[in-house]
């Protein structure tokens, strides 16, 4: 059984930048990982996701050109770097898996194993 548990959160001014972590317990390069954020009221959002190789990655228009999503393999561990934070950014990010046949959806209907969340809060 895969488990994801997320960090990395915390609270950063407009412009800033972090980067989560998605650490997994189990086989995770057999799964396409993604990562998701909501934020209060609002519906749960596919941001990016990354192949099991690495060797490809999709993004949400919203975050195109400031994340960059990686994994190293080696470390089961899945990297979301986030530059150019927006207000708007601001919401709980979680990452979860899905089979490859799924990869280049990020529908959230397709993705499991969720991990907890991490709190992002960009504000001046």
């Known amino acids: 059984q895969l488990q994801l548990v997320e960090s990395g959160g915390g609270l950063v001014q407009p412009g800033g930048s972090l980067r989560l972590s998605c650490a997994a317990s189990g086989r995770s390069l057999d799964y396409v990982i993604g990562w998701f954020r909501q934020a209060p009221g609002k519906e749960r959002e596919g941001v990016s996701e990354?192949?099991?190789?690495?060797?490809?990655?999709k993004y949400a228009d919203s975050v195109w050109g400031r994340f960059t999503i990686s994994r190293d393999n080696a470390k089961n561990t899945v990297y979301l770097q986030m530059t150019s934070l927006k207000p708007e950014d601001t919401a709980l990010y979680y990452c979860a898996a899905t089979f490859p046949h799924y990869y280049g959806s990020l529908h959230a209907a397709n993705f499991g194993s969720w991990g907890q969340g991490t709190q992002v809060t960009v504000s001046s």
């Open positions: 990354i192949t099991t190789s690495g060797d490809s990655a």
